[in-house]
């Protein structure tokens, strides 16, 4: 499997929701056995073995909008079909805590996807990592390149185990078991049900 993680270079960057790309391709690859990080393509990459499966990890150097080419070069040079490709990337339309993964499709709005879509076409996969929701009036290009919240970043070494975990299980067994085990929230990241008792007042009058 040739997996990509897109994100920013730079230590500005590092810690940003919109690197949750790089995040877990790195921590596949420190769980993992492999070599060292070279340069090809205008990415870092590493060949890895994990939990039984092989992988090439990548990662753009090129910014997160300008992946494609990179992308486009390194499975050429690899020889990989585009079905052996799954990019990993941030989803603001999910909430933090969600995972999902596709077999193929569109961008769904995600700057970095839709470059390579324009370079190699719809049909490789994508894990994409919940980073939602914005605040209802903010500028999404600040909100995906702030850090995380003290609250949200204590918990996200569990969010990355939960997505490498789902990478693993896609090489093992398929995008359909995969899907079916990994898509949704980690546990313990899903919101408390709100009771009728704790519901707002402005809730319980819309409903009368």
């Known amino acids: 499997m040739l997996l990509v993680g897109l994100g920013n270079t730079g230590a500005k960057y590092a810690n940003t929701r919109h690197n949750l790309g790089f995040m877990v ?16 393509c205008q990415s870092a990459t590493c060949r890895v073995r994990y939990a039984g499966e092989s992988f090439t990890a990548a990662l753009p150097q090129t910014f997160m909008n300008l992946s494609g080419g990179a992308v486009e070069c390194l499975l050429r040079e690899a020889g990989n079909d585009l079905s052996d490709l799954l990019v990993v990337c941030d989803d603001v339309s999910l909430a933090f805590g ?12 995600q700057k970095g996807i839709r470059d390579v879509i ?46 490498v975990d789902a990478v693993v ?14 898509n949704g929230y980690a546990p313990g990241f899903a919101p408390e049900p709100v009771s009728e008792e704790n519901e707002p007042e402005e809730e319980k009058e819309e409903k009368k």
């Open 118 to 163: 324009s370079r190699v076409g719809e049909g490789f996969g994508r894990l994409r990592i919940g980073c939602g929701p914005a605040p209802q009036y903010a500028d999404l290009a600040d909100f995906v390149l702030s850090p995380f919240p003290a609250e949200e970043a204590s918990r996200l070494p569990k969010l990355l185990d939960r997505a």
């Open 25 to 40: 391709v790195r921590r596949l690859v420190e769980r993992g056995r492999g070599g060292s990080w070279t340069k090809r």
């Open 98 to 109: 969600m995972l999902g993964l596709r077999k193929s499709g569109g961008d769904g709005g």
């Open 169 to 182: 299980a896609l090489s093992k067994r398929g995008y359909q078991q995969a899907m079916a085990t990994y």
